[in-house]
């Protein structure tokens, strides 16, 4: 159904606007340069499910499609916003095509009883390194011009929430092997890693009636950190809609205390193979006493450790079984990328720091099966040491890989008097509040 006519026929006599169907829609999303999750039927049918209205709006040049948003809507106020998440899909230095997309976006919103259309396409502002350095290797920030030029207000980015979606995100670049991932991690990164696979911290996959674990780490993740939990019906909407599509996955780390056992075994076994070699080199007079006695005394700290770690394992076993919940993430895996999207842990079980084991994991699944990118998601605009937040992105920057920093968020007021009013009553309300 054509929704509106090009207003300028003699340079877009070709060119149509007009609602698609998901199908349509889902073939355009998942091929362009630009695809995100965030950009699919899927989400236009979990964003339904909480009151949200979506619409699949495009541009066809000849018949083919060129441009196209799924363009969400809910009613703030007295009208609604509008909302093309991690949008438009559309080639921003075409300026025809875009001149004409956005010209057509602004009246369907107007037309729809919208106040302001906002979007954050899935562009990267910048090539910058893991320090937040640019590369030079590409530079987009004139794209942001471009937006302004259509009348488009950047949103100020200074701290993680002031936009809807992430302006800085932290990713691994799936090139080459996990042996070449791994040289360029950290040396305490390796180390927990190993640390992890000898303590007896393995991963499951888990499926929907994992849910309600998934939703209680969540919570105990949310009391000890102060954010508020989503609950258990979002993640089984979400479920529901990505399932079907293989975009979902919940995977736990889990103590093993068989394989734990197992490998404390292993650690006993070598000292008993080095203290009987010892005694063989002795009785044939080729010891070296004083180097024997220093390794003698290491033995014996080890030994300790291992009775101490065997008696650990004793009581969580009786407490809680031979596999044990540590904690978990839920991935999206949408076309070129894995996104570690949310995660949690049991305050218990922190110690065994558990993500370590599931991102090294996801990052092998990753290369295994073709996948360009691992994103671990967001981390802070401002790489600030004093931020709260600021070891959660140094944890994250312990894998290697760089920063991405995105274009951004921009909002186009259609209904300027109702933006501009809001606007000011959010300015007063923020200041009250100091």
Request: charged share 35%.
């Amino acid at each position: 159904m054509v929704l509106l006519p090009s207003k300028n026929k003699k340079e877009d006599e070709k060119m149509i606007f007009e609602e698609i169907n998901e199908k349509e829609f889902e073939e355009f999303a998942r091929n362009h340069e630009h695809k995100c999750y965030l950009q699919s039927t899927n989400v236009g049918n979990l964003r339904k499910r909480s009151g949200w209205e979506a619409y699949y709006l495009g541009v066809k040049e000849n018949d083919r499609l060129i441009a196209a948003t799924l363009l969400l809507a809910k009613k703030r106020h007295i009208k609604k916003e509008f909302y093309a998440m991690r949008g438009p899909l559309v080639d921003f230095r075409d300026a025809k095509v875009l001149d004409f997309f956005i010209n057509n976006l602004k009246e369907f919103v107007k037309t729809h009883g919208g106040y302001m259309l906002k979007i954050d396409p899935y562009i990267e502002e910048l090539a910058v390194d893991k320090d937040g350095q640019p590369t030079g290797e590409f530079d987009n920030t004139d794209l942001k011009d471009i937006l302004k030029s259509h009348g488009f207000i950047e949103t100020k980015a200074e701290k993680m929430l002031d936009t809807n979606q992430a302006k800085f995100m932290y990713v691994i670049d799936l090139n080459g092997t996990i042996d070449d991932i791994m040289k360029d991690m950290e040396s305490k990164t390796r180390q927990m890693i190993r640390k992890n696979e000898k303590n007896g911290v393995v991963i499951r996959v888990g499926d929907k009636k994992d849910i309600p674990l998934f939703t209680e780490i969540m919570e105990k993740t949310g009391e000890r950190r102060g954010f508020v939990e989503r609950g258990e019906k979002f993640y089984t909407d979400m479920y529901e809609c990505f399932e079907k599509d293989k975009m979902i996955s919940l995977v736990f780390a889990e103590l093993d205390i068989d394989l734990a056992r197992e490998n404390l075994q292993k650690d006993k076994d070598e000292i008993a193979k080095a203290q009987k070699e010892r005694e063989i080199n002795r009785k044939n007079g080729t010891c070296n006493e004083k180097k024997a006695a220093i390794k003698e005394q290491e033995e014996k700290v080890q030994l300790e450790k291992i009775v101490k770690k065997e008696e650990e394992l004793n009581n969580l076993e009786q407490k809680h079984g031979k596999r044990i919940p540590l904690g978990g993430i839920l991935y999206v895996i949408y076309e070129n990328e894995v996104a570690s999207l949310l995660g949690g842990c049991f305050d218990e079980f922190r110690d065994y720091q558990p993500f370590y084991t599931i991102h090294y994991e996801m990052i092998k699944y990753g290369l295994e099966n073709g996948y360009k990118r691992y994103n671990f998601y967001a981390i802070i605009n401002k790489l600030d040491k004093n931020d709260d937040q600021y070891g959660i992105y140094e944890f994250k920057r312990g894998f290697g890989g760089h920063v991405m920093q995105l274009l951004g968020e921009f909002v186009l007021p259609v209904d300027k008097l109702l933006f501009n009013s809001l606007s000011i009553a959010r300015k007063v309300k923020k200041i009250l509040k100091k």
